[in-house]
């Protein structure tokens, strides 16, 4: 049987086709949840939290596993000054969910801006976050896209 969370909920009253995949109650990097999986570490994407200089919400920037975000690329996408990372503390704070557990899934209707990195764009679907540390979901890309109205920009390099 299927994990069930609110996600998965929110997943199954939108009709989204998706898989739910249960891992080990950890905070697991994307790396080593692809591992796991036994998928492609390209297609396991992680949610990092990125702040604002001006007073407004966070910013969660969607790439690949194997790759890192590039905070100055994100800042040209969204038109923003500056950028920066908060803690992982903070970024908890901040989304009220366990860093390893953050998704943009998890986080809809709470304000945040979300950017997929463009490369998704090759993906007919991506692994995210569950929400909570241990439950991994792999949906097509374009409704991830669409639940959370993010854009697509150029905001990562490969490690």
Known sequence: MSPVNNLTRLLDSHKIPY???????EKLGATETARLLGVP??????????T???PGKPILAVIPGPHRLDLKLLAIA????????PSER???KLTSLQAG???P?????KGFQVVIDVSAQNQAEVHVSGGQRGLNIR???ASLAGLTRARFAAISLPE
């Open 90 to 92: 903070e970024a908890e």
């Open 41 to 50: 570490a390209g297609t396991v994407y992680k949610t990092i939290v990125v």
């Open 78 to 85: 969204l038109n923003e000054k500056k950028l920066t990372l």
């Open 105 to 109: 899934l998890a986080l809809l209707n």
């Open 52 to 54: 604002r200089q001006k």
């Open 139 to 141: 949906l097509p890309i």
């Open 19 to 25: 898989t739910a995949f249960e891992l080990p109650n």
């Open 101 to 103: 557990g953050i998704s």
